[in-house]
């Protein structure tokens, strides 16, 4: 976190140290106040600098054994650092004013708290209610994401009134400060420099524009990409994992299943009686469906033996036989969606997911792929593909994480 430095812990410090009795105690704030106002603007400066001058500043008070001092020059290094909130930090020290506590702060803490755990209540019902198997543990994660991306709330131009948390702005802003921070350039403030880019169209534009900063754009989504793999890989490989569990490690994930394919559909439920797990559009607007089953936890093998031959089991002709089935069904309701939804079933295709190698560890892997790949050579409209066949793909695709040629 960025130090914070502002007029209200100027002032705290000035009056500290018109208390303080011990010239040294003096002199080290006096340099604290010196580096302050050494910048070339007029903005107060901070950094690693101020919070060394103010430890200084501590020890000196209590080797004079001022421990009035000590408290006070301790809590302007919390509030520096953000340990100790602003409202509190007036409010502790009167600041800005004298007698009794301050009402409005009060009434706007009060409000503010109210509306917190209104928003709460309302978040948490919609998550549960999209997520309806999700534990206690799930929920706070999500509070948690989207505590930090709420700091970069935005008040769009063309809806007036309302606001917008962007999804996964920390997690960018958080890897630009890294960038900024380990990098060759003297930036005094990176968090506050990785603030900026992330809230301005502008100076991402300029990034993506410049060759070094496409660069950095790029990273941060072959970054955002692994962390996406590696999260989905978990999933895969937890034997008490739910198809719900593993449609939610790929949703948003697109890129995962090829380059041809722009984007999902917001609308799952496109024909009467049958809601798809993932609906994917291709670049030519073709509606593909993924059919999820379990992997690790799937019930019965992927193959078996028959004569001298692999060849799929019971639980891949199921699947398939649902997949098919789902695609009828598009047919038949080509026009209306087409008319109503705006998406094309014509030519409609579908991606079954099923199973992992280690289910059958018996069966060496390139053989149980390739009895599914001969299979699927068979099938007009329908593919079969286990989980990790699936992440295999993913990494070494382009445009995947582990693509050497970004360097």
């Known amino acids: 976190m960025a130090t914070r430095v502002d007029m209200t812990l100027e002032w705290h410090l000035r009056a500290v140290s018109e208390e303080c009795a011990d010239a040294e105690v003096r002199e080290a704030l006096d340099a604290v106040f010196a580096h302050m106002h050494s910048g070339r603007s007029t903005k107060r400066r901070g950094g690693k600098e101020l919070i060394r001058l103010l430890t200084e500043a501590r020890s000196k008070a209590a080797r004079a054994e001022e421990w009035e001092v000590v408290r006070q020059v301790h809590d302007a290094v919390a509030y520096a650092e953000g340990r100790i909130l602003r409202h509190d930090f007036k409010e502790r020290y009167r600041l800005f004013q004298d007698g009794a506590r301050n009402d409005i702060n009060r009434d706007f803490l009060g409000r503010t708290m109210w509306a ?90 300029l990034l993506a524009a410049d060759e070094q900063g496409h660069l950095v754009l790029q990273a941060t989504e072959l970054r955002r990409r692994a962390a996406g793999l590696e ?88 699947a398939v036989g649902q997949a098919v089935n789902y695609l009828v069904g598009l047919d038949e309701h080509r026009t209306r969606i087409r008319d109503e939804l705006g998406i094309e079933t014509r030519r409609a295709s579908a991606l079954v997911l099923i199973g992992h190698p280690a289910v059958q560890p018996e069966v060496p892997e390139e053989e149980l792929n390739e009895a599914l790949r001969t299979f699927n050579a068979h099938l007009s409209r329908v593919e079969v593909l286990t989980y990790k066949e699936l992440l295999d793909n993913a990494r070494r695709s382009p445009a995947g994480p582990d693509d050497r040629r970004r360097a």
Do not use: C
């Open 116 to 205: 917190a755990h209104h928003w709460m209540v309302s978040t948490g019902r919609e998550y549960l209610k999209a997520h309806p198997e999700a534990t206690a543990e799930d929920v706070l994660e999500h509070f948690r994401a989207e505590g930090e991306d709420a700091r970069f709330l935005e008040a769009p131009a063309d809806r007036p009134g309302r606001y917008v948390i962007p999804r996964g702005r920390a997690e960018t802003a958080l890897w630009l400060e890294r960038i900024l921070r380990d990098g060759r350039i003297d930036i005094e403030d990176p968090a506050e420099a990785a603030r900026t880019i992330v809230t301005s169209p502008e100076a991402l534009a």
């Open 231 to 318: 999260e989905l890989r978990q999933v895969i490989e937890d034997r008490a994992a739910h198809e719900w569990e593993l449609q939610r490690g790929l949703e948003g994930q697109h890129w995962i299943f090829g380059g041809q394919y722009v984007g999902e559909a917001a609308q799952r439920r496109l024909v009467p009686g049958d809601e798809v797990d993932i609906p994917l559009i291709r670049g030519d607007g073709a509606l593909h469906i993924v059919e999820l089953k379990r992997a690790m936890g799937l019930k019965g093998p992927l193959v078996r033996r028959h004569r001298n031959a692999w060849v799929p089991a019971a639980s891949v002709h199921e």
